[in-house]
């Protein structure tokens, strides 16, 4: 069975899609820890990151960092964070957070549920950053 990702690049699942090229796809986190928090995916899927081709990660990686500059040209923020942790979902992912202080990046506090208008805006901010 295909994993919740592998379903959002598929189209089978709604998201709010940052961007895509034909091997990567960007979103937004819907239970972010903070706002504008992205996830960068491979759409093929495989479960752990270090299993990725050397391509196809450092490609992953590329992608995220035109993701991360578009982010914050689009919100506010001192810096963009990157991290794998990748334990919930079974499929390779990097979380991208927009950064004020460090305890942005703390993914153990309650997370965010933001109206749906505020995600949309979100994404069409960051939307039209990309590059």
């Known amino acids: 069975m295909a994993s919740i990702f592998s379903r959002i690049v598929a189209g089978e699942i709604p998201s709010y899609k940052i961007a895509e090229d034909e091997h990567y796809f960007a979103f937004l986190d819907i239970n972010p820890v903070a706002p504008g928090h992205t996830l960068v995916i491979p759409k093929r899927e ?27 040209a689009a919100i506010p923020c001192v810096k963009v964070g990157v991290t794998v942790l990748g334990l919930e979902v079974p499929h390779a992912h990097v979380h991208l957070v927009p950064l004020k202080k460090e305890s942005d990046m703390n993914f153990f506090k309650q997370k965010l549920t933001l109206p749906q208008e505020e995600m949309q805006a979100i994404c069409k901010k960051i939307s039209e950053q990309f590059k």
């Not at 196809?56 to 982010?71: D, H, P, Q, S, W």
């Open 46 to 72: 495989e479960d752990y990151i270090f299993d990725l081709s050397d391509d196809e990660l450092a490609g992953l990686m590329v992608f995220a960092k035109r993701v991360a500059t578009a982010i914050k």
